[in-house]
């Protein structure tokens, strides 16, 4: 797949930023409402900007009817996929978290005939793979993103998640030491190219992006990570940085 340069790159994040605040509204959403709303993260791979900017122009109306609007737009720095899913994959372009009113009113914007018209520009212009489902978990904190490592996870449990929670245990005070937030934690339920349905997708991240170091010359880290390899049959993990406006 054909890699754009970094101006490029952030040209089209500045463009996919104006986009969201005239057509989308990038807000935030109340913790108190989060588990009513449907949520996406969407991996992206650019093709054809140009007409991205055209597909971004006319889709922002038409989905702010549905509540859609997006939380993080990430540029990913590192991406890793394990066993056979996500083969064939490269990193992507940006990742996207984003969210609407409910499954429903997601379906409906996707039924929608103003979007049918100009759906195509979509598949012109990027290639995408997209998991949904709704919070379960997680907080979004205030403080600045700009600073963070973001870590997003596509787990695939070997057992059910038994061993998984066992992780989970064992990596709370590891976590806390290291400065590791989840901002939000989702249960799978569609996906949306070739990929496999995972069992959990959790966007999380540390304060600052140089405690990665730190983490990784822990002395529990190995345990750790040992315990995560018990949990995982197969996983997608993309690391990234907060890109232009979500730094809320």
């Not at 205030?142 to 998640?161: T, V």
């Not at 400065?179 to 569609?190: A, S, T, V, W, Y």
Request: net charge neutral; hydrophobic share 40%.
């Amino acid at each position: 797949m054909k890699r754009l340069s970094n101006s490029v790159l952030k040209g089209v994040f500045v463009l996919l930023c104006g986009i969201v605040i005239a057509g989308v509204a990038l807000a935030r959403v109340s913790e108190e409402k989060v588990n009513d709303k449907y949520y996406q993260v969407v991996m992206i791979w650019l093709k054809d900007p140009a007409k991205f900017q055209e597909y971004g122009q006319k889709m922002g109306p038409i989905v702010g009817k549905y509540g859609g609007s997006g939380e993080r737009i990430l540029t990913p720095v590192e991406s890793f996929y394990g066993g056979k899913t996500g083969e064939g994959l490269s990193k992507p372009d940006m990742v996207n978290i984003v969210y609407y009113y409910s499954k429903e009113a997601y379906e409906n914007f996707e039924n929608d005939p103003a979007f049918k018209k100009i759906e195509h520009l979509r598949s012109e212009s990027i290639n995408m793979v997209a998991i949904g489902g709704k919070v379960k978990g997680g907080e979004l904190l205030p403080g600045d993103a700009s600073q963070r490592l973001y870590m997003i996870e596509f787990g695939y449990f070997k057992d059910k998640g038994k061993n998984y929670k066992a992780y989970e245990k064992a990596s709370k005070g590891f976590n806390q030491r290291l400065g590791l937030n989840k901002e939000r934690i989702l249960i799978p339920d569609q996906v949306w190219g070739d990929i496999a349905l995972p069992d959990l997708v959790t966007i999380k991240y540390i304060d600052d992006a140089s405690n990665k170091s730190k983490m990784e010359s822990d002395p529990d880290h190995a345990k750790i990570e040992a315990l995560y390899g018990e949990a995982m049959s197969d996983l997608i993990w993309i690391e990234g940085k907060a890109a232009f406006i979500n730094m809320n």
